[in-house]
């Protein structure tokens, strides 16, 4: 079983919709979790970082987390064409807290928006 | 600059030849890290710098593999007699410990391509 696992692409949505993301993780110890997108031949840029069971939302996107049943997802509302890249999911893999820590990725979903 | 920069951006090399890639980290960030992006193998880590802690080689993929921070600035990541399979997209992030969220940020990379 892979560390960090995300539902296969590519996803299609309409414009306008609603784009769900999904990412399970193996690592009971982890204590962050980020969402990072990336564009073709681009490096990842975060989008969004999450550390608490619950929703947290940033404009059009919304993170969640179950640390209960290790997954979080990303909710991407009135998705655009603009959104459309890969978006990756990693979780920080520390001990200690508050100390730096690698992180492990997903393989990616590739999100493609169309108008 | 701002942001974490890295040179080259692009390197072409021949099997077997040595290369050496550098990547300056944000001003002021204690910690710094290398992944590799290639087609197929996703986002994986190879090593982490934090302070004056001993580095997390837990990544690298062989010996031939190898880095170093000076100064608890600068890194240089240096792959000997490199091999076809080593052709991927290196990236570097660096990010401020000490403070719980830990986001990383990352650099442009250096795609290396070995003939």
């Known amino acids: 079983q892979k560390e960090v696992e995300q539902n296969s692409g590519p996803l299609s949505v309409p414009e306008g919709a609603i784009a769900s993301l999904n990412c399970t993780y193996s690592d009971r110890v982890s204590q962050s979790f980020f969402w990072y997108r990336q564009y073709s031949g681009k490096s990842p840029e975060l989008i969004m970082s999450i550390y608490s069971n619950g929703d947290k939302e940033d404009g059009r996107f919304t993170a969640q987390l179950n640390k209960a049943s290790q997954y979080v997802s990303l909710l991407i509302r009135d998705s655009q064409p603009s959104d459309s890249a890969t978006y990756l999911c990693?979780?920080?893999?520390?001990?200690?807290?508050?100390?730096?820590?690698?992180?492990?990725f997903g393989q990616g979903t590739e999100l493609s928006v169309k108008p | 600059g701002a942001g974490v920069s890295q040179s080259p951006s692009n390197k072409v090399t021949e099997k077997g030849k040595d290369v050496e890639l550098r990547c300056d980290p944000i001003s002021g960030h204690t910690a710094l890290y290398w992944y590799r992006q290639s087609l197929g193998q996703g986002l994986e880590f190879l090593i982490y710098f934090q302070g004056n802690s001993a580095p997390d080689k837990s990544g690298l993929p062989s010996d031939r593999f190898s880095a170093e921070r000076t100064g608890g600035s600068v890194s240089t990541l240096t792959i000997q007699r490199t091999q076809q399979e080593d052709s991927a997209v290196y990236l570097c992030?660096?990010?401020?410990?000490?403070?719980?969220?830990?986001?990383?940020?990352f650099g442009a990379g250096t795609r290396l391509s070995v003939l």
């Open positions: 990693a979780v920080r893999v520390a001990r200690i807290y508050n100390q730096g820590g690698k992180l492990i």
């Open positions: 992030a660096s990010s401020n410990t000490g403070i719980a969220k830990n986001i990383q940020y």
